[in-house]
């Protein structure tokens, strides 16, 4: 605590440019301690609310693997390395 004659310290303000600081093991454990925590009382003490919002959290996850699975999927250029299909057999095929 400081004295009452003592001058107060200028707090310079955080550089934009440093590189952010990384995140203590301890507080990644005790995040991963409360989600933990968060996830057994969801399933032990309020299944009624996740029994509720389970379809929608599948939906939800449907959704989600749908988009990242078929990434690029609607691009049809022919370029190289593009195989062909739209009705042409390739050669070889069907002999």
Sequence with gaps: MPCH???PRKVEPAD????????S?????????????????LLFEHRLHLNVILP???LGGCLVMHLLMH???GR???????A?????E???RGR
Excluded: C, M, S, Y
């Design 76 to 82: 049809h250029d022919d370029g190289p390395g593009h």
């Design 90 to 92: 390739q050669e070889g």
């Design 16 to 23: 934009p440019k440093a590189p952010p600081q990384p995140v």
């Design 56 to 58: 929608w959290l599948l």
């Design 84 to 88: 062909p299909h739209h009705g042409k």
């Design 5 to 7: 004659n003592e001058t």
């Design 25 to 41: 093991v301890t507080l990644k454990w005790a995040i991963w301690a409360f989600i933990v925590l968060i996830a057994a009382l």
């Design 71 to 73: 990434r690029g999927h």
